[in-house]
Structure formats: C-alpha cells, structure tokens
C-alpha cells in the first residue's frame, strides 16, 4: 500500500503476526509483519535527503557476497521507483520492469490506494518519469502490474530460477527504501518455504506462500523491489519485514535482518495472468473456516483448528463430505492453525489439484480429498 498504510501499520498499528512454521514460534518471539511502502511522511524527509539518484552499497561480509556493484551495474536500469498518489494519501514504493512493453512488477499494497482513481508515476534510475495505469492486481498475494509507455526500448529484468535457491546463498535486493531511488543492499538468503500473512484489502491477509527469507536489508519503500541472485537474475519480489518490540511497547520500522519475498516462479504466473486478463482467479475449496479459540480446542481435544462456518452448496468440500460445523485440523500434512493455512493451499496450487484434510466431527477424527476448482 501506499503510504497512509505503512505509516501506520508499518510502524505496528495494524500489522499481523508473522505465521511462520512452527506457527508459535512467530508469536513466542513476538514477531511483527510490516508492508514495505515508504509513507509520505518517509518520502518528504528522503527528498530532503535526496539531490539526485543515489546508490548505496551495503556489503554483509566478504564471505560468500556477491559482486553487488557488478549487480548494481546490470539490474539497477531495470529497477523503477514507483509513486503514488490517491485517496489515502502519497507514497512509494519500488518495482521492475519485467517485458519490453512496458509492464512493472509490484506488490499490490503499493499501488492499492490508487486503484480507484489515484495516481501513479514510475521513476526510472537515470531520473526521467512516466505516468503509468494499473494493468490488475491480485490482493490475496500482495502482487500487482503497472505499465508504461516510453518512446525508447526499456531494460528487462532478466528472470531467475527461485526454486534452485539454497539457505546461505547470496542474494541482492534493489528498490527505494524510504524514497532513496537506486539503492542496492546485499545478503543472504536466511531461509526458505516461509508462509507469511500480510495486511491486505478491507483487513483481510495477503499470504506469502513459500517466501523467501533474507538479511539483505530492505526497508519501508523496498516493497515491490528485486531479490537477485549473483548474476543479476530475479528470484523474489521484496514485500515484507519482521520487526521486534522495542522500549515501552514501540516497534522498530526498519531493517532487524528479517525480510520476506514472493519467489519469482509464484510472482511471474501471476503477473502474466494479470497482464493478461486483468485479475487472477485462484481455485477454491468452496468453503468459510475462522480459527477457534484456544477453550474449544481443548474440549476437542486438539491444539489448533478451522471450524467450518460455511459450505458452498454442491462445491468441492461439500462433494468431499465436509459439513458446517466440522473442525478442520490438517491441510495437505500442515497443521491448520489460522485461515491463512487454507488462503496458501488456494493460492498456490491450480484448479483441479487436490488437498489432502483432516478434520473432526462429533469427536472423531475423519480425513478426505478435496478437489479445487
């Protein structure tokens, strides 16, 4: 989101829990997800700041980095500040180009206060600007397109292969934290297959299915921005951080080391489909779930669930025999501790897949297949 948004939940108002795996290992070490737009308050002090495009380059080490000024060299042309104006108010954020015609891979929260009549201008790293118009965005993965048109041909980010990706790998990330265009910061990948809801539209959570973790360090305006490898190659869209409580309850709005992105074999689908028609339309199980409370697990006797509130008639869990009522326990072998479980499973598999549940009723407990669709 633009600004109003990462000023507030940015800085802890309005922010989630990370849902890691183990699930309460996030909330044990009272982590805090915050959405990576800079905010205008941000964008104003950076201006200040700013006289011009700067690159910084943070090395972590001389030990397994990567040449970051020969990355900087390479990918920084193809890295755009994006900004935006709406009703909410202005902001910023960062993106890449992805194909020759102009389109601009994002995260949604940076362009979603525009969506409905706002503004958007896109910064290039040698400082020229274009107006650009939202092409589709897809809310449930925090994951937008804008577009351009530029009278000269544009640089393309070159895409990389996220599912070759090794714990301890160095990786580059490039975008605009706090409105500084141009910035490269260096690190590694931390960890792997991480599931990490995010605040989304009308206060419902974006999930960052099998995101990439990374002590490269990306800050407030680095949403939507490059995750690459050594050789330049794209493998994830920087969307998130995890930030820790401080002195009298504040939380820290910068960089702790912990930052998530959408591996660029899930973001590129999804930015063709959205090119392509305008929305993404991911299969459903047919079904309403809501977490219950801690006192209903106990009486179950289980330790997490989804108590099913609906079925859609004639849908994929009422064909596979689930009930209104039933308490759901397992998704596909995963414990199902928070509705973001089952909004993973959906946004991460294709019409036709199945997912193997478990789920109790009466105090037994019962598995099944459902079929998406």
Known sequence: MTDDRST??????????????????????????????????LVLIGGGMIAGVFTTLLLSGNRSSCDAAGVADRVLPTIVTVQVTGAGGAGNGSGQIID???????????????????????????????????????????????????????????PGDSGSLVVGQPVVALGAPLGLSSTVTAGIVSALGRTVPVPSDDDTNAVLAGAIQTDASINPGNSGGALVDCSGRLVGVNTAIATVPGSAGQRSTGSVGIGFAVPVAQALPI???????????????????????????????????????????????????????????????????????????????????????????????????????
Not at 14 to 37: F, K, S
Not at 120 to 146: C, I, M, N, W, Y
């Open 271 to 373: 930015a063709h489909e959205l090119i392509e028609h305008g929305e993404v339309n991911h299969p459903s199980a047919g079904i309403s779930v809501t977490p219950i409370p801690p006192s209903v697990a106990a009486a179950y006797g289980i330790t997490d669930g989804l108590f099913v509130q609906g079925i859609v008639v004639g849908g994929p869990a009422a064909k596979a025999g689930i009930r209104p009522g039933d308490i759901i326990v397992s998704l596909n072998g995963q414990p199902s501790v928070s509705a973001d479980a089952l909004t993973a499973v959906q946004v991460t598999s294709s019409a036709g897949d199945t997912v193997d549940v478990v789920y109790v009723r009466g105090g037994r407990e019962h598995t099944t297949k459902v079929t998406l669709r």
């Open 100 to 158: 020759e015609d102009g389109h601009i891979l994002t995260n949604n929260h940076v362009i979603a206060s525009a969506a409905d009549g706002g503004e958007l201008t896109v910064r290039f790293s040698d400082g020229h600007e274009l107006p650009a118009t939202l092409v589709g965005r897809d809310p449930k993965t925090d994951l937008a397109v804008v577009k351009v048109h530029d009278d000269e041909p544009l640089p393309v980010i070159e």
């Open 8 to 41: 507030t939940r940015s800085t802890g108002d309005g922010t989630t829990d990370a849902t890691e795996r183990p699930a309460d290992a996030a909330r044990t070490r009272g982590w805090v997800i915050g959405l990576l737009a800079a905010g205008a308050a």
